[in-house]
């Protein structure tokens, strides 16, 4: 995993609004799924099942926003 700084800018002491920011790109980022997924043990086969099933998803949604095929009438 890569680390890149990650900088929030406050505008006019609206802190909620920074930290909504910051929730949103750290959403982006994965960071919590990540201390979920490492928060407690996952067995192998379960790792397995969880990966094939994100890749599944990541698939059906790749193929959700792909450009329609257009067909030529002759």
């Known amino acids: ?6 900088e929030i800018k406050v505008y006019g002491n ?16 994965g ?3 990540e201390i979920k997924k490492r928060g407690s043990y996952e067995k192998p086969s379960e790792k ?12 059906g949604k790749a193929l959700w926003f792909r450009k329609p095929v257009q067909t030529v009438k002759k």
Do not use: C, N, Y
Not at 48 to 53: A, G, L, P, Y
């Open 1 to 6: 995993m890569q680390v890149t700084a990650l």
């Open 14 to 29: 609206d802190i909620e609004k920074a930290l909504k920011v910051l929730k949103r790109e750290l959403q982006k980022e």
């Open 31 to 33: 960071l919590f799924k």
């Open 48 to 59: 397995e099942r969880r990966k094939q099933r994100e890749a599944r998803k990541k698939k």
